[in-house]
């Protein structure tokens, strides 16, 4: 009885020690990917709790639930997918489409870990972090993934759930769905635009010929893809003056955030005259700059 469990033991053992295991798992739940989603929550949370003192213990059950939500809708995302993702090189080598993970393993993993991000949320945060968290997963998944087989507009709608984690952060904490709240909803979701298209045009190839409907499909020079950048960089410029005219930051965003995306406007329009691929990385590493400085502007501008 013993020499059996051992040796049940040691199968064990070898199971999970199987090399890239773990690399296939993050792949899976899109782990860098998803550091974005738990980087702007932390900063939703903290932008609520600015001058007041920070609830460590709500902050970690806010960002356990967020992230296994994530984890979960990423490894559906994969599943409905894995057809596409084997047509291009890029993602060819996912566990699913290489085969390396069983299809039913890949499911049973995106529902356990997408039940227990939305109901650790209900009990141990609140139920309005739970219901966004819930919205974003059923976006994410039953929306935006089947919509990029079918619409160009996949893009607006995939930075919907790209744009609520802010938001999960700032009711976690224990905000309400105020103008705060939405200015962080509306700041991602512009945001997102111009770092999707850049993506987009750039892998261009691979998303026509495996199937996919984006706005770069086609777009040979470059020009409708960095006027669209430029024009959705300027709406976030725009955008980011809200916060002065209401009234919950200081001058220094009233200067630096609009600042910051005129900079990606400029980025865009360059593109779209030049339509080089190094003027495409460049607007597309300025928009993952960005962001954190963005966030860390936000965090010292804001008024509480």
Request: aromatic fraction near 14%; charge should be positive; include cysteine.
């Amino acid at each position: 009885m013993e020499e059996s469990e051992k040796n049940q033991k040691t199968a064990v053992d070898e199971l999970v020690s199987l090399p890239g295991l773990r690399q296939d798992l993050m792949v899976l739940m899109k782990v860098r990917l998803n550091f974005f989603v738990l980087v702007t929550t932390f900063f939703g949370f903290l932008l609520y709790s600015r001058g007041l003192d920070l609830n460590w213990a709500r902050l970690m059950h806010t960002i356990l639930g967020t992230a296994a939500a994530a984890f979960g809708s990423a490894a559906f995302n994969q599943l409905m997918e894995v057809d596409l993702d084997a047509r291009m090189k890029r993602t060819a080598d996912r566990p699913l489409p290489s085969r390396r993970m069983d299809p039913l393993v890949a499911f049973g993993i995106g529902w356990v870990l997408s039940a227990i991000g939305i109901i650790h949320l209900a009990v141990q945060v609140g139920n309005l972090a739970a219901y966004l968290t819930a919205a974003t997963v059923a976006i994410y998944v039953f929306v935006y993934t089947p919509l990029k087989r079918l619409s160009s507009a996949n893009t607006l709608v995939g930075a919907i759930p790209g744009a609520i984690p802010p938001m999960i952060g700032w009711v976690g904490a224990g905000g309400a769905l105020g103008w705060e709240a939405w200015f962080l909803f509306g700041l991602l979701f512009f945001w997102q635009l111009p770092h999707f298209i850049a993506i987009n045009w750039l892998c261009r190839d691979e998303y026509e010929s495996a199937g996919y409907k984006m706005w770069s499909n086609g777009d040979l020079t470059g020009k409708k893809s960095g006027y669209l950048s430029a024009m959705f960089a300027v709406a976030l410029a725009a955008f980011s003056l809200l916060p002065s005219f209401f009234g919950f930051t200081n001058l220094l965003w009233g200067i630096v955030g609009p600042l910051l995306a005129l900079v990606m406007a400029a980025l865009a329009l360059k593109f779209s005259r030049d339509g080089e691929r190094t003027s495409a990385r460049r607007l597309f590493l300025f928009t993952l700059l960005y962001l954190p400085i963005a966030l860390i502007v936000l965090v010292a501008a804001w008024k509480h």
